[in-house]
C-alpha cells in the first residue's frame, strides 16, 4: 500500500485541491462553534482543536458537492468513509495542559506525541488495547501553514505490526494488554527509524501505513501567518475485516 516507508506523499492534483477548499470553509465554521470549543475538543491550553469526526463529509467523502478524490485511490481498498477529523494546530503548541503530567509534555514536546492510532488507553491505570483497526490514514491539508508539521517515522510500521501481531493475532484484543509490547516497539523505532516531517501543501496528500508511529512536531516560535492555524483533515477508515484484516496490511 505505501510500501516500505510505511507512507507515500502526492504532489499537487486538482481534484485534492478542489476538495480541500470546499473542506476548508466548512472547517473554518466548524473551528469557531462554541459547541465545539470546549475542554475535551480544545486541549493544551487551546492549542489544538482535536476535532474527531468533525467534518460532515458523506460516506464516499465528498463535502458540500465537491467529491473527494486523487492520486492515493489506486492504493487503497473502496471502503466507505466516516467523517473526517479536523486536526487544527494553534502558534505556541504544545502548551501543558492543568492536569497533565511532566512526562506526557516532555513526550508531546521532544517526541512529537508519536503514536500509532487505535491503541486506546483503559481503565483507572490507562492500559492500552488495541480497539479501532483502521484500513490506512489519509492525511489533507486544507490551509498553507509551513508550522507543526506531521511527522512520522520511516519504516516503523514494520517494527510495530510485527510486534503487534505476535501479541494480538488469534487472541481477543479486549483482553490483551499490549503496554508494554507498544512501549519496547516504540522505542526501537525511535532508535532505528528516520525521523522525517511531512510539509504538504493543500491539493498535496499522504498516506499513511495504520501502523507507522507518526505525531505533530511542536510549531516553534514563529507567528502564524493566517491566524487559524495550521489545519489538516484525516479520514482513517475501519478495516472491513476487522482486527485479522489489520494485522495483516500490506
Known amino acids: 500500500m505505501t510500501g516500505p516507508d510505511g507512507f507515500e506523499v502526492f504532489d499537487f492534483d486538482l481534484c485534492t485541491a478542489a476538495w480541500a477548499e470546499a473542506a476548508l470553509k466548512v472547517a473554518r465554521g466548524i473551528a469557531k462553534k462554541p459547541v465545539m470549543r470546549g475542554a475535551d475538543n480544545l ?41 473526517a477529523q479536523v486536526s487544527i494546530i494553534y502558534e505556541g503548541y504544545p502548551k501543558q495542559d492543568i492536569g497533565e503530567s511532566d512526562a506526557n509534555h516532555r513526550y508531546r514536546q521532544n517526541r512529537d506525541a508519536a503514536h500509532v492510532d487505535g491503541l486506546l488507553p483503559l481503565g483507572p491505570n490507562r492500559r492500552r488495547y488495541a480497539q ?20 512520522v517515522w520511516r519504516g516503523s510500521q514494520q517494527i510495530m505490526q510485527a510486534a503487534l501481531r505476535d501479541a494480538l493475532e488469534g487472541q481477543d484484543p479486549d483482553e490483551v494488554d499490549i503496554t508494554d509490547v507498544y512501549q519496547a516497539a516504540r522505542r526501537q523505532a525511535f532508535e532505528e527509524c528516520e525521523q522525517v516531517s511531512l510539509m504538504i501543501t493543500p491539493g498535496e496528500s499522504a498516506l499513511l501505513h495504520p501502523f507507522v508511529l ?21 479520514l482513517r477508515p475501519e478495516c472491513a475485516g476487522g482486527v485479522s484484516e489489520w494485522l495483516a496490511t500490506p
Open 132 to 151: 479501532e483497526f483502521h484500513a490506512y490514514i489519509l492525511s489533507l491539508p486544507l490551509n498553507d501553514v509551513p508550522h507543526a508539521p506531521t511527522v
Open 214 to 234: 507518526h505525531g505533530t512536531q511542536p510549531w516553534g516560535h514563529a507567528p502564524d501567518p493566517t491566524n487559524e492555524g495550521r489545519m489538516i483533515a484525516f
Open 43 to 83: 486541549r493544551h491550553q487551546k492549542t489544538w482543536f482535536v476535532g474527531v469526526d468533525a467534518l460532515p463529509n458523506g460516506a464516499d467523502g465528498s463535502i458540500d458537492g465537491v467529491p473527494l478524490n486523487g492520486p492515493w485511490v489506486r492504493h487503497v481498498p473502496d471502503l466507505p468513509l466516516h467523517p
